[in-house]
C-alpha cells in the first residue's frame, strides 16, 4: 500500500462544478502540499498545510492531522483547471523530502 | 527571479550513452532534489542533497549519480543510459525549515 494515495486516479467535471481530490497519508508528516501539474509542463505548488484550512481563489485545501486526510476543492471549475493534481507529504524528519501520491488527472469540460 | 533551471529540456539518448541534467536554483536554497516522474506512478525521488557537500540516495538510485557543485547546482548523471530511464525528471529545491517545495520544467529523456 503507498504512503500516500489519492481519489479519484481520474476526474471529469463539466464547467461550473464542484469538484473535490482526496488524499490519504499513512506516516508522520510535518507539512502536506498540493501540486499542480499541466500537460507538457512543470509542477506548480499550490499550498502547503500543516494544519487547518487554506484558500486561495478559486481553490480551497483543507487538512485533518487526526485522520490522516486532506482535501482540495476547486470551486467553480474551469477549463483552464485541467491539469494534474498531486499531493504530497513532507515526513517528520528533517530532510525536507516529499513522498508523493500517483496524481488525479482532472478534466473540465467547457 | 528565475526558481528553479532543468537543462536540456528534452533529450534522445541511445542505449549505453551517457549524459548529465543540470539544475540551478538562485533562491538560497539548502536542499535540492531530483525526482522521476513515470505514468501511473508518481514521482520518485532519485538523489536528495539536504545542504552543499552532502548527498543521499533516495528511492531509486541505481544507474544514477548527483553532484552538489555548490549551493546553486545540483546535477544528476547517467553514466550509461538504459531503456528504464526513460521518463520525465525533475529537479525541485526548498529551504528545509521553511519546506515550500520549487520545482524545475522537467527534463523529458527518451532512451532508444
Known amino acids: 500500500k503507498n504512503e500516500v494515495e489519492q481519489s479519484p486516479q481520474n476526474l471529469t467535471a463539466q464547467e461550473g462544478e464542484f469538484i473535490t481530490i482526496n488524499c490519504s497519508y499513512s506516516?508522520?508528516?510535518?507539512?502536506l502540499h498540493w501540486l499542480q501539474q499541466h500537460p507538457g509542463g512543470g509542477i506548480v505548488s499550490l499550498f502547503m498545510?500543516?494544519?487547518g484550512k487554506k484558500k486561495h481563489g478559486r481553490l480551497i485545501a483543507t487538512i485533518n492531522i487526526q485522520e490522516k486526510h486532506s482535501s482540495l476543492h476547486i470551486t467553480a471549475s474551469h477549463p483552464r483547471d485541467s491539469a494534474v493534481y498531486i499531493c504530497?507529504?513532507?515526513?517528520?524528519?528533517?530532510?525536507?523530502?516529499?513522498?508523493f501520491g500517483q496524481g488525479t488527472t482532472l478534466q473540465v469540460k467547457p | 527571479n528565475a526558481g528553479v533551471t532543468q537543462t536540456p529540456k528534452f533529450q534522445v539518448l541511445k542505449t549505453g550513452q551517457s549524459m548529465t541534467l543540470q539544475c540551478a536554483q538562485d533562491m538560497n536554497h539548502n536542499s535540492m532534489y531530483w525526482y522521476r516522474q513515470d505514468p501511473g506512478m508518481g514521482l520518485r525521488l532519485i538523489y536528495y542533497s539536504a545542504s552543499e557537500g552532502t548527498t543521499d540516495k533516495g528511492e531509486v538510485p541505481n544507474g544514477y549519480n548527483v553532484s552538489r557543485l555548490n549551493k546553486r547546482e545540483f546535477s544528476l548523471r547517467l553514466e550509461s543510459a538504459a531503456p528504464s530511464q526513460t521518463s520525465v525528471y525533475f529537479c525541485a529545491s526548498s529551504m528545509v525549515l521553511l519546506p515550500e517545495a520549487f520545482f524545475g520544467q522537467g527534463t523529458r529523456l527518451t532512451v532508444v
Open positions: 498545510l500543516s494544519s
Open positions: 506516516v508522520g508528516i510535518s507539512a
Open positions: 504530497a507529504v513532507r515526513g517528520s524528519s528533517n530532510t525536507g523530502k516529499l513522498i
